[in-house]
């Protein structure tokens, strides 16, 4: 079955120092892998997506991923970490077959200070 | 392009009651998915409709279930409410139909909560 384990539940960085938020997946084929964003009292929002094309994903505001079958991995990055990224991030890897099923990582909360 | 919509944004029933939620996914989408967000279980997927056939379910009781209109909008419906459906519904739809993921597109979500 596949899954996604994001190993820190909290992470705090200051402003304009980087972000790196960590995700491991498991799966028995190659995975399409997806980075959302949840802030405050509002839905989630697709940051990135992975599926196959190129390992280095590159996502909205500034965000990036990339993708290690050898580690199997999928971190996301951000050079300079804005107050505005404050918010929960979730790792989500696509269920298997003809369906839209995404199964997500636990989340990881990102605290930006001044 | 409107976004996904969902109705209505805040519920508050007591056990025992019966609740509908609703969910318009952006124009020219035929899947919809549901997600039940919790502080205890995280995500958590419920169903996935697609022509308004039901192509996915995840492991919730009987008491969840869901329906799609031939416009693509779709309604979930839990009955016997418990204490712990207390919860954030998110509504997602993508295209549907390639037969590869497709990006799908989240609700703001309807918070129940159970009294």
């Known amino acids: 079955a596949q899954s996604v384990t994001q190993l820190d539940s909290h992470v705090s960085v200051s402003e304009g120092t980087p972000v790196l938020l960590r995700c491991n997946y498991s799966?028995?084929?190659?995975?399409?892998l997806f980075w959302y964003v949840q802030h405050p009292n509002k839905g989630l929002q697709l940051l990135l997506k992975y599926t196959s094309a190129a390992t280095l994903v590159k996502g909205i505001n500034g965000f990036e991923a990339e993708f290690k079958k050898s580690e199997t991995s999928f971190h996301l990055t951000k050079p300079s970490a804005h107050m505005s990224d404050a918010a929960e991030y979730f790792c989500v890897v696509s269920d298997r077959g003809r369906t839209d099923k995404l199964i997500f990582g636990t989340g990881t909360r990102l605290q930006v200070f001044p | 392009k409107a976004g996904v919509t969902q109705t209505p944004r805040y519920l508050i029933k007591t056990r025992g009651q019966q609740v509908t939620l609703s969910c318009s996914p952006i124009s020219g989408h035929r899947s919809v998915s549901w997600y039940q967000q919790t502080p205890g279980q995280g995500l958590q997927f419920l169903f996935e409709?697609?022509?308004?056939?039901?192509?996915n379910k995840g492991n919730f009781p009987g008491r969840f279930s869901g329906r799609q209109f031939s416009n693509s909008r779709s309604e979930m419906n839990v009955s016997t409410l418990e204490l712990g459906d207390s919860a954030l519904y998110l509504c997602?739809?993508?295209?549907?139909?390639?037969?590869?993921?497709?990006?799908?597109?989240f609700g703001p979500g309807t918070r129940l909560l159970v009294l």
């Open positions: 409709y697609f022509s308004e056939t039901q192509r």
């Open positions: 799966s028995s084929y190659s995975p399409s």
């Open positions: 997602a739809s993508s295209l549907g139909g390639s037969g590869s993921p497709e990006t799908q597109y």
